[in-house]
């Protein structure tokens, strides 16, 4: 056989094997091409292969080259008429989408009730003219007892009620303040009213709700991290009165149209103590018939307004406290804390 006619049957041969993958419909016309072709026993390919023996021996290698190259574009056409259905398969097919079927629901994402517990608090103080600061959760001993009135000797300051970053009081190591005396998770957001004083000048009046620490082991009313709402109000001629309406009115505010509170709020105060009010009182507020204690209050200690920079002939304040837990569990019925912290999203989303 001549090598033209050889490579004439080979060009002929791959003309016909690039039209039949390219036109197969389906994998199982590409699958008979395939055969028809490439079979190893009975493939065309394979037929004109042996005619290759008949070439005069002086073209062989020129035939063998042509042959190899054939081959490979003949199997390359078929990988690509392979990739092709197989594409084509994974498509959605537009006759089968049915419009009206629903769609797949999202699940709508909600705030923590602690969350909406402190915006719904935040937005009544605003309103009565408060504006919200925050303070850092690691505290200093002079913003957590210090400056708050709160003397080297206080019970307040035990290890065993607060959580030092470090015990060393000596030396200044990790862990310690810029006096040497060792940092703390703040016990109290009290804190912030030493923060936000020393860096303004009166008149003052702001809320801060954030979290504070104390080791208590976790049961059903205590967590050893929750979170506190703190007022202060300091201005010329700031009297108890002033508490007393600031509190009723945030109480009207907030307990107004909740289950259990059908009558008109009242604020009653009971005498009490702490180192930085005099006096100071605990606030209790009227809940089913009886009274509910909501948090601490008072006067700001002259000896707070002195360690800011404040002139306690000048000017007076108030200042308040309470459990933020404490409330949303009442308005909730919540009636474990840890429930609040377990992160569990049933129970988290029925709020
Ligand atoms: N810091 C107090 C506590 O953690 C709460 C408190 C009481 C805050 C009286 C005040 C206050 O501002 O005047 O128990």
Not at 30 to 58: C, I, N, P, Y
Not at 224 to 231: A, C, K, R
Not at 279 to 305: F, H, R, T
Not at 310 to 318: A, H, I, N, S
Request: aromatic residues 8%; glycine residues 8%.
């Amino acid at each position: 056989m001549a090598l033209q006619d050889f490579i004439a049957e080979l060009d002929s041969l791959a003309a016909d094997a690039q039209s039949a993958f390219s036109g197969a419909g389906d994998r199982d016309a590409l699958e008979a091409a395939r055969v028809e072709f490439l079979g190893a026993k009975a493939g065309r390919l394979k037929a004109v292969q042996k005619g290759m023996g008949t070439v005069d021996s002086g073209d062989k290698p020129a035939a063998g080259q042509k042959f190899n190259a054939v081959k490979k574009a003949i199997e390359e056409s078929f990988e690509a008429a392979s990739s092709r259905l197989a594409s084509a398969g994974s498509s959605v097919n537009q006759d089968d989408f049915d419009v009206t079927l629903p769609g797949t629901p999202l699940r709508i994402g909600r705030l923590h009730p602690i969350t909406q517990t402190i915006e719904r608090m935040k937005e009544i103080m605003g309103r009565l003219g408060f504006s919200a600061v925050e303070g850092p959760e690691i505290e200093d001993d002079r913003h957590n007892f210090e400056a708050l009135n709160i003397p080297l000797s206080h019970p307040a300051r035990d290890p065993l009620d607060n959580f030092y970053l470090s015990t060393a009081t000596k030396t200044a190591k990790a862990g310690a303040g810029p006096d040497g005396k060792p940092l703390l998770l703040r016990s109290q957001t009290s804190t912030v009213q030493i923060r936000v004083m020393e860096s303004t000048p009166p008149p003052v009046r702001i809320v801060s709700l954030g979290r504070v620490y104390r080791p208590d082991t976790a049961d059903a009313t205590h967590y050893p991290m929750f979170h506190q709402i703190e007022g202060l109000l300091v201005d010329k001629g700031v009297t108890m009165a002033d508490l007393k309406s600031v509190l009723r009115m945030f109480c009207q505010s907030y307990y107004k149209r909740e289950a259990g509170h059908e009558e008109e709020v009242h604020i009653r105060f009971r005498p009490s103590f702490f180192p930085f009010t005099e006096p100071s009182v605990e606030v209790d507020i009227n809940w089913q018939g009886g009274w509910m204690e909501i948090g601490g209050a008072g006067m700001v200690d002259p000896n707070v307004l002195r360690a800011v920079g404040y002139d306690p002939e000048e000017v007076t304040g108030f200042a308040f406290g309470m459990g933020v837990e404490r409330i949303a569990m009442r308005q909730h019925n919540i009636t474990d804390i840890r429930d609040l912290y377990t992160n569990d999203v049933r129970f988290l989303a029925q709020f």
